[in-house]
């Protein structure tokens, strides 16, 4: 797979790279959706996720996947290990300098965020939710998932949705949203209902559908290029205009073709008998916090804490592993920055191997909940998730020493990785369940030991050693 030029993942130069974006308080979100109809990732996915023209502006990736394979073997594999969309996605993303922060899976439903070092540990207070509409609400191969987060102070909610299919069906397509809106809680006092959030994002395939126009009318309207001749039937576009509940929420113009339905492997629109009609099923909206419940006055006179602009709304028709086609939207979060510094600094002291015992070094704010259940991780550069950790300690039972300021924690070189290596230490909250701070990369020495192995073994691969000069080595 070829993934273009990789960037550093040296944290500072992740920051200097968008100094301008964060001086200006601005952050850059890509949101992807696409129902991936069962199959497995396909072998290239730098077009949709922008690797080669985006990646040095992105801040996060969210995608939203629905009808993930969830037969019960794929399932019951997927519940003990990622799933392969998952890890798809973390070898990718984790060699241009992402971390998946979370994820929710619920059958088909999959949601992943992934955010560039030099932002997490100002994205705090990590949620998720979900709602099962299948089978009268029993069966997750229908409804909704949602993760929240604080973003720099601002709550920040994303909603991956898959509603009822089938034309006429738009009803209960618009109950089940309601329900959703209405039902899904999150636990804590802060932002507990998804409609309580600064922005809410929702995705996914919405399955709306065209209404009145014939098969033929619409795709001469596609070929033509006369998409805007179908944007008054599209029945999300109606019910905006009629439902309370869908106030505020906002969209791109839908100048790309219709997502669904193709025929596998090809750009044609269904030849099947059935001959269904295309639709923009796939959807990308979202909602500031109370745009619509003030009036131009209150909203001239107050000022939004969050503005989001949307610079790209487009599908993605190269790939057709799918009925339908892939959905991105590239967004600019304009905001100011109400969470300046992180609650925990960290850093190792002096030189590390797994020659002799290390010390880290970390402080916290004054405001910072620590936990007697908060731990050290120490990473390779280029980890995946906060699951990727090379060794982790507890941090209370392991302190040594205090300053005005700041706390010393040992580790044994037993726990170092003796061949050494690019690493990073992040200090996990329990309370907050996130990442709280993160240390910028540093070297760990190889230690003398596997040095002398590893001069040995090439000197022996070369011939230069007689069986002699082997057996004179302790550890042969």
Same mark, same amino acid.
Not at 176 to 200: A, N, R, W
């Given at each position: 797979?070829?993934?273009?030029?990789?960037?550093?993942?040296?944290?500072?130069?992740?920051?200097? !790279?968008?100094?301008?974006?964060?001086?200006?308080?601005?952050?850059?979100?890509?949101? &992807?959706?696409?129902?991936?109809? &069962?199959?497995?990732?396909?072998?290239?996915?730098?077009?949709?996720?922008?690797?080669? !023209?985006?990646?040095?502006?992105?801040?996060?990736? =969210?995608?939203?996947?629905?009808? =993930?394979?969830?037969?019960?073997? @794929?399932?019951? #594999?997927?519940?003990?290990? *990622? $799933?392969?969309?998952?890890?798809?996605?973390?070898?990718?993303?984790?060699?241009?300098?992402?971390?998946?922060?979370?994820?929710?899976?619920?059958?088909?439903?999959?949601?992943?965020?992934?955010?560039?070092?030099?932002?997490?540990?100002?994205?705090?207070?990590?949620? #998720?939710?979900?709602?099962?509409?299948?089978?009268?609400?029993?069966?997750? @191969?229908?409804?909704?998932?949602?993760?929240?987060?604080?973003?720099?102070?601002?709550?920040?909610?994303?909603?991956?949705?898959?509603?009822?299919?089938?034309?006429?069906?738009?009803?209960?397509?618009?109950?089940?949203?309601?329900?959703?809106?209405?039902?899904?809680?999150?636990?804590?006092?802060?932002?507990?209902?998804?409609?309580? %959030? *600064?922005?809410?994002?929702?995705?996914?395939?919405?399955?709306?559908?065209?209404?009145?126009?014939?098969?033929?009318?619409?795709?001469?309207?596609? *070929?033509?290029?006369?998409?805007?001749?179908?944007?008054?039937?599209?029945?999300?576009?109606?019910?905006?205009?009629?439902?309370?509940?869908?106030?505020?929420?906002?969209?791109?113009?839908?100048?790309?073709?219709?997502?669904?339905?193709?025929?596998?492997?090809?750009?044609?629109?269904?030849?099947?008998?059935?001959?269904?009609?295309?639709?923009?099923?796939?959807?990308?909206?979202?909602?500031?916090?109370?745009? !619509?419940?003030?009036?131009?006055?209150?909203?001239?006179? +107050?000022?939004?804490?969050?503005?989001?602009?949307?610079?790209?709304? #487009?599908? %993605?028709?190269?790939?057709?592993?799918?009925?339908?086609? /892939?959905?991105?939207? +590239?967004?600019?979060?304009?905001?100011?920055?109400? $969470?300046?510094? /992180?609650?925990?600094?960290?850093?190792?002291?002096? =030189?590390?191997?797994?020659?002799?015992?290390?010390? &880290?070094?970390?402080?916290?704010?004054?405001?910072?909940?620590?936990?007697?259940?908060?731990?050290?991780?120490?990473?390779?550069?280029?980890?995946?998730?906060?699951? *990727?950790?090379?060794?982790?300690?507890? &941090?209370?039972?392991?302190?040594?020493?205090?300053?005005?300021?700041?706390?010393?924690?040992?580790?044994?070189?037993?726990?170092?990785?003796?061949?050494?290596?690019?690493?990073?230490?992040?200090?996990?909250?329990?309370?907050?369940?996130?990442?709280?701070?993160?240390?910028?990369?540093?070297?760990?020495?190889?230690?003398?030991?596997?040095?002398?192995?590893?001069?040995?073994?090439?000197?022996?691969?070369?011939?230069?050693?007689?069986?002699? $000069?082997?057996?004179?080595?302790?550890?042969?």
């Amino acid at each position: 797979m070829d993934h273009g030029i990789l960037p550093s993942l040296n944290i500072e130069e992740q920051k200097s !790279s968008t100094d301008l974006s964060i001086n200006n308080m601005m952050f850059r979100l890509k949101l &992807v959706t696409w129902n991936v109809g &069962v199959a497995a990732p396909p072998d290239d996915l730098s077009d949709l996720l922008g690797w080669k !023209s985006e990646t040095q502006g992105v801040d996060m990736y =969210v995608i939203g996947l629905q009808e =993930v394979n969830s037969k019960v073997l @794929n399932f019951i #594999s997927d519940m003990a290990f *990622d $799933d392969p969309w998952s890890n798809f996605l973390m070898d990718a993303l984790s060699l241009l300098g992402y971390v998946k922060i979370s994820s929710l899976r619920m059958q088909g439903l999959l949601l992943l965020i992934f955010v560039k070092y030099c932002h997490i540990p100002f994205i705090r207070d990590i949620k #998720s939710s979900y709602t099962r509409s299948g089978l009268y609400g029993y069966w997750g @191969n229908k409804g909704g998932v949602a993760i929240r987060l604080s973003l720099y102070g601002h709550m920040i909610c994303f909603l991956n949705c898959h509603l009822p299919a089938h034309m006429e069906n738009a009803n209960q397509r618009l109950d089940t949203f309601e329900k959703i809106l209405e039902m899904q809680q999150f636990p804590g006092t802060k932002s507990p209902s998804i409609l309580d %959030h *600064d922005v809410l994002f929702w995705f996914g395939d919405l399955n709306f559908r065209i209404e009145s126009h014939g098969i033929h009318f619409i795709r001469e309207a596609i *070929d033509g290029k006369r998409l805007h001749l179908l944007w008054d039937k599209d029945q999300l576009n109606i019910a905006k205009k009629k439902e309370k509940f869908l106030e505020g929420f906002e969209e791109g113009s839908l100048n790309f073709k219709p997502t669904y339905k193709f025929d596998l492997n090809s750009d044609l629109y269904d030849t099947s008998g059935k001959k269904r009609k295309p639709a923009w099923t796939d959807r990308i909206l979202w909602r500031i916090k109370n745009v !619509s419940h003030s009036s131009e006055k209150d909203t001239l006179a +107050t000022e939004q804490p969050i503005k989001v602009i949307l610079e790209n709304y #487009s599908s %993605h028709m190269t790939y057709s592993i799918s009925d339908h086609k /892939p959905l991105s939207g +590239t967004f600019t979060l304009e905001y100011k920055k109400l $969470d300046c510094k /992180p609650m925990v600094t960290i850093q190792p002291e002096g =030189v590390w191997s797994a020659d002799h015992d290390v010390i &880290v070094r970390y402080s916290t704010a004054e405001e910072f909940p620590s936990s007697s259940w908060d731990w050290i991780g120490l990473y390779k550069v280029g980890f995946r998730n906060p699951n *990727d950790y090379m060794m982790y300690l507890w &941090v209370k039972d392991d302190e040594i020493g205090f300053g005005e300021d700041f706390t010393q924690v040992y580790i044994s070189a037993e726990e170092i990785p003796v061949q050494g290596g690019e690493f990073i230490l992040c200090y996990y909250s329990n309370k907050m369940q996130s990442i709280a701070g993160i240390s910028q990369p540093f070297q760990v020495q190889q230690s003398k030991t596997s040095q002398r192995l590893q001069t040995t073994h090439e000197n022996f691969s070369t011939g230069n050693n007689t069986p002699n $000069d082997i057996s004179s080595h302790e550890y042969f």
